[in-house]
């Protein structure tokens, strides 16, 4: 199941109970038994035993660059050593229901250092390195590399906050503040305010990884528990989208399974999650435009739109027009956001964005909707639809224009709107889009969406966002707020 990878409606329990615990069965047996409290060691989907040969390849600043898509970091098929008794009571009541309460069955974040079988992409620079996600909820982790400390009065979240160092050739991650009710492991081991995780990660040549992970609960557990893990790099394979929750029937067979004595996880909201509203933005800083150590025009930061809807409507073909007038007739009851679907790569959230670039990738992480991202590659690539023909976000290649990005996205379905208003678009849409920053505080995108099946002509327009140099991007879940969760 490449494309989307989404949950079959006619999955029955027996199936999605098996997809839980035999991943957990396939990780142990992985395990090296030769390894020291090696209770999470093991390959991921497809991993081979030993990476691509090569140096390890460097930042500029002389830093290991740990850059790459790599096989499933595996997870812990075993319980934890050293549980409390309270904490060995819960997760023996999580396998006598056959792990029906799972988050991630739910389509909610695991958390760390939980990992999907699926394959991870580390994408570096020299003051912040991401972890982006293959599978569960396909979102990412922020490591930063800044010599910040973690802010003060922290929300807990489902993956914590992240700071981290350079101890040698090895990046030290520190992740407190976890939301209590997350699952880390496959057994649903129980965590509470006190868990502290620290992840270790050395790239020992180009196409190997070693990784030690500690667990640090003294509210749960009577000692830590460290986790070593491997993985190996994939430099020929490309991560593909996945949307957990589009058609996933498993929560309500599996709520099914907790009787009388069980009570659901969830509960969704039969209306969708409300709209969510945007903070007040800072004035944008004045300056000149910055740039790379490359030259090229600096396009990071945390940026804030400044308006949502398209300009004016598209001129549209006599079949899409009915479908869109038929959206405005429901007042988005129908809407797709609504129901934690990703917004594809057109329609924009009023929360912020942030964009984080080296010379060979950009990428765009969105605050809000899916909490999910795009990646814009820069090393001359083409898309290949073989793999993806079709999906939310689309496949994007970009290239430098003299002072402007120029971003090419093809390959997506038709499942997404343009704009609240629900403007539609066919699966033969072509995106293309202008990045432009000239000066500190502004950034300019001037979008072309061209959809010869849709429209009758192209439809352009220009979008602007203003810098938010002091705000970082917080964690939003959509489904958490559909299901109740929080």
């Not at 023996?92 to 309460?101: K, L, N, Q």
């Not at 599996?254 to 509960?267: E, F, H, I, R, W």
């Not at 959809?451 to 203003?466: E, L």
Request: glycine share 8%.
């Amino acid at each position: 199941m490449r494309k989307n990878r989404t949950m079959s409606a006619a999955a029955p329990l027996a199936v999605a109970a098996a997809a839980i615990l035999g991943l957990a069965v396939a990780t142990a047996t992985a395990q090296d038994k030769a390894a020291p409290e090696a209770k999470g060691r093991g390959p991921g989907r497809g991993a081979r035993k030993k990476g691509p040969p090569g140096p390890v390849p460097r930042l500029a600043d002389g830093h290991p660059d740990l850059s790459g898509v790599w096989n499933g970091f595996g997870g812990s098929g075993n319980d934890a050593p050293n549980m409390q008794p309270w904490a060995a009571k819960i997760v023996a009541d999580h396998r006598a229901h056959g792990g029906a309460e799972d988050f991630e069955a739910r389509c909610l974040p695991g958390g760390p250092p939980r990992a999907a079988p699926y394959h991870t992409s580390l994408f570096s620079t020299p003051k912040l390195v991401l972890m982006l996600f293959e599978g569960n909820t396909h979102m990412y982790r922020q490591f930063f590399v800044d010599g910040s400390d973690h802010p003060k009065d922290l929300k807990p979240t489902f993956y914590g906050d992240s700071r981290a160092h350079w101890d040698g050739d090895t990046l030290v991650v520190d992740t407190v503040s976890f939301f209590e009710k997350s699952w880390y492991d496959f057994a649903g081991t129980p965590h509470t305010k006190q868990m502290h995780l620290t992840e270790t990660f050395h790239r020992t040549d180009y196409g190997d990884m070693e990784m030690d992970v500690t667990i640090d609960d003294p509210g749960a557990l009577t000692k830590p528990w460290v986790i070593h893990r491997t993985t190996t790099l994939e430099p020929d394979f490309e991560m593909t989208e996945y949307v957990c929750n589009e058609n996933n029937q498993d929560p309500g067979h599996l709520d099914a399974t907790l009787g009388a004595d069980g009570k659901p996880v969830a509960a969704t909201k039969p209306r969708g999650v409300p709209p969510v509203q945007a903070k007040k933005a800072p004035a944008p800083p004045a300056g000149p435009t910055p740039r790379g150590v490359d030259g090229k025009v600096d396009l990071s930061g945390v940026w804030v739109p400044t308006s949502l809807n398209l300009p004016g409507d598209p001129s549209y073909q006599p079949w899409a027009k009915k479908i869109y007038d038929e959206h405005k007739a429901k007042k988005g009851a129908d809407d797709p956001e609504r129901l934690c679907l990703p917004n594809g790569a057109v329609r924009i959230n009023p929360l912020p964005y942030k964009i984080v670039q080296s010379p060979k990738m950009v990428a765009l992480l969105w605050e809000g909707n899916t909490h999910s991202y795009r990646r814009f590659f820069l090393d001359g690539r083409k898309p290949n639809l073989d793999v993806e023909p079709e999906s939310y976000t689309g496949l994007s290649n970009g290239r430098w224009d003299g002072d402007a990005l120029v971003v090419d996205t093809v390959g997506f379905n038709d499942k997404t709107w343009l704009d609240a208003t629900g403007k539609p678009h066919s699966e033969e849409m072509h995106l293309t889009e202008r990045y432009k920053r000239p000066d500190l505080g502004h950034l300019n995108v001037d979008l072309t969406i061209d959809d010869a099946k849709a429209f009758t002509k192209p439809y352009s327009f220009t979008r602007t966002f203003t810098l938010a140099p002091n705000w970082e991007l917080q964690e939003y879940v959509c489904q958490a707020i559909l299901d109740n969760v929080y």
